[in-house]
């Protein structure tokens, strides 16, 4: 009767093909065997699916550069705020994410742990614009998706940002109404809509 309770198991192989099929795919150079870099099969079958995407959304190493592993998916670490230029990182792979969709240029951070400030600017359609950021001394301001998602959707765009909570990470997706309902069949907690309760 215990057996009957536990999580289905799905083959790591299945998992791969099942997410390629809906469209998350790999960057150029990237490999199943960079995703299973330092884990066996056993972790990612573990908790299918989200373990696979937890993978996805991270970086290898190649020839001293760090390559991200897919532009659909980034999994996120939101006590990580050790680089002072933090948010041009976060806002740049959001960018990235948008295939360069989204225009902001000449993007500009400074996490001031001193002061205990937070300078935040870029330049949109030739407009520079700056945010108001909270210091919230190692955790990033959550405010900073909720401006990216609302300058993003401004385009309407037929992506969109998504996110799951993990802990103090997120799992961030930017994808499309069919493949947002396709990965909630498969992962817990769901991806939520930024307006749903993402944050």
Request: charged residues 30%; glycine residues 4%.
């Amino acid at each position: 009767m215990i057996g009957f309770f536990r999580n289905k198991t799905v083959p790591l192989a299945d998992q791969w093909t099942r997410l390629k099929e809906a469209g998350i795919t790999v960057n150029e150079g990237i490999s199943l065997e960079h995703l299973m870099s330092g884990k066996d099969k056993a972790w990612f079958e573990e908790k299918p699916y989200v373990h696979l995407l937890i993978a996805l959304g991270g970086q290898t190493l190649i020839e001293e550069e760090w390559a991200n592993h897919t532009s659909n998916i980034w999994y996120v670490d939101l006590k990580a705020v050790e680089d002072t230029d933090i948010y041009t990182q976060l806002a740049e792979r959001m960018v990235q994410m948008t295939d360069g969709a989204l225009e902001m240029k000449h993007i500009r951070s400074c996490v001031d742990h001193e002061k205990r400030n937070v300078l935040f600017s870029f330049i949109y359609h030739g407009e520079r614009i700056e945010w108001n950021l909270e210091y919230k001394n190692e955790w990033i301001d959550k405010s900073f998706f909720d401006h990216m998602i609302a300058l993003d959707r401004t385009r309407n765009p037929e992506r969109q940002f998504v996110a799951s909570p993990q802990d103090h990470h997120l799992l961030i997706a930017y994808i499309d109404q069919k493949q947002f309902k396709q990965l909630n069949k498969w992962i817990k907690p769901e991806f939520e809509l930024w307006d749903n309760g993402a944050r």
